[in-house]
């Protein structure tokens, strides 16, 4: 009580400080740009709620798809509109509000959309009263998209109000293995053990010994950021495990198809050129597949990652801290999940190069096929010509024989008509060189005009 009367006493003094600043005259500022007023919004819209113990937290955390996105908005307005609040806009992506019994925060993200619960005041048993009973039963059950998180979170009050470590893994934790430390350098305390108990919730444990109620608020924010985006890192690892065998496949073809590119002797090119060619289209398939959900899992583990760091943690005896749970249990998988990418990589790298040689190779097996075509075509061509030669000396030959004939008719028949005194023999032999003479040249025009 003294805490929220000093709050309110110096929310009081803070409003008397702005009633006192001078109110400058207004000016006229040029255009906005479009979206300044929303991007200067945008770091504000997600402020951790201000907590004071005891309070509890139960949080819900779905994948989404664009579907499920917008059904989860309109769940939203008709939870608002059962309790007579106001109802946030169709594309809001942040909205809290206070219901009386219980606060409610919603957030839209990319990937998953979230709600949080907010009660306080003692409750009896921890764990035994979690806030998300505050909402209808039958809203809750309605709600769309898969659930990827649940969890429950008390912050109690005290330096001394928790038993030790093993106590509280028996007592909250089922006897789990915990995950704690001091954070906020020591203003408080958390434990955890990130398993899903009988109620379908994972437990968080805080401990306040010196939290300003912001600090309680980030510090919870933080812790269920953790959780969110750690098993929202891990959706990869089902990808990476599961494509392991199918590049193990590829790897062992593309060294089949390698080694016959190698071996001496006649190789089926044509076939193994579609081989390949088939090989990069299933792994490009696969690349373009999981590339996304590959990339979203390093950002999520960068999240996770500088999440734990501003816990500034301290370590409890005899249990693991946050960062290393994470460096034990997380890392693996997300080594995983680095190793298939880059073993995709090289393996789209490699096909591509094999592409390429024997390509190259077919490329210059065609070349040498066309330079033996067109050799063949060349000695056919100087064949025909050579022939086409003889044909036109025989056909010079025929012409000059027919022609030297009908001159010979033609002077046997001056001859008888006695119009001149010369032998038709003399005049055939005479005649020879001239008409063969002119048929040559004429065949030679012909020929000259048809190549024109």
């Given at each position: ?8 006493r110096?929310s009081?003094?803070?409003?008397d ?21 929303v ?14 113990a005891p ?13 499920s ?9 008709e939870?608002?509109e ?6 946030p ?7 809290s ?10 957030e839209?993200?990319s ?5 949080m ?30 659930l ?18 093993d ?5 909250y934790?089922a ?24 109620d ?12 300003t ?32 065998p ?28 579609e081989?390949l ?9 696969r690349?373009?597949v ?80 066309n ?18 030669e ?7 030959a ?34 020879i ?19 024109k």
């Open positions: 009580m003294q805490k929220r009367l000093t709050m309110v110096c009081n003094h803070a409003l400080a702005r009633a006192r600043i001078p109110q400058l005259p207004l000016m006229t500022l040029p255009t906005n740009h479009p979206l300044r007023i991007l200067n919004d945008e770091v504000h819209a997600r402020t951790p709620e201000a907590l004071s309070c509890r937290i139960s949080y819900l955390a779905f994948k989404t798809d664009e579907t996105r917008g059904d989860i908005g309109r769940k939203v307005q939870l608002a059962r309790f007579g609040r106001p109802v806009d169709d594309k809001a992506t942040h909205y509000e206070n219901f009386g019994t219980f606060r409610f925060t919603y839209r993200h990937e998953f959309s979230r709600f619960v907010f009660t306080e005041g003692p409750n009896g048993e921890l764990f035994g009263h979690p806030a998300i009973k505050a909402l209808p039963e039958d809203w809750v059950a309605g709600l769309p998209g898969s990827i998180v649940a969890a429950n979170v008390e912050l109690v009050r005290g330096a001394d109000s928790l038993p030790d470590p106590e509280i893994s028996s007592r934790f006897g789990n293995v915990l995950v704690g430390a001091s954070v906020a350098s020591g203003a408080g305390r958390v434990f955890t053990d990130f398993r899903i108990h009988d379908g919730f994972t437990r968080f444990l805080m401990q306040d010994i010196s939290l109620p912001r600090q309680a608020g980030r510090l919870a924010q933080r812790l269920l950021e953790v959780d969110s985006y750690r098993m929202m890192a891990l959706l990869a690892f089902p990808v990476a495990r599961d494509l392991s199918f590049l193990s496949t590829c790897e062992a073809e593309l060294a089949r198809i390698t080694a016959a590119l190698v071996k001496p002797g006649d190789i089926n090119e044509p076939e193994l050129l081989r060619t088939t090989l990069q289209a299933e792994i490009e398939n690349r373009s999981s590339a996304y959900r590959f990339a979203a899992a390093a950002a999520y583990y960068d999240i996770v990652k500088h999440r734990i760091a501003e816990l500034r943690e301290g370590r409890i005896e005899g249990l693991q801290m946050f960062q290393e749970f994470t460096e034990r249990r997380l890392e693996p998988a997300m080594s995983t999940c680095a190793a298939v990418t880059a073993r995709q990589e090289s393996l789209s790298t490699r096909v591509a190069q094999a592409t390429q040689l024997l390509s190259t190779k077919v490329d210059v097996t065609l070349e040498q096929q330079q033996a075509v067109l050799a063949s075509m060349d000695r056919r061509a100087q064949l025909q010509l050579r022939l086409q003889t044909v036109e000396g025989l056909s010079v025929a012409i000059t024989y027919y022609i030297v004939g009908l001159v010979g008719y033609g002077a046997k028949g001056l001859k008888t008509a006695e119009l001149i005194p010369l032998n038709p023999e003399i005049v055939m032999g005479a005649s060189p001239i008409v063969a003479a002119l048929v040559f040249w004429g065949t030679r025009r012909v020929k000259a005009h048809i190549a």
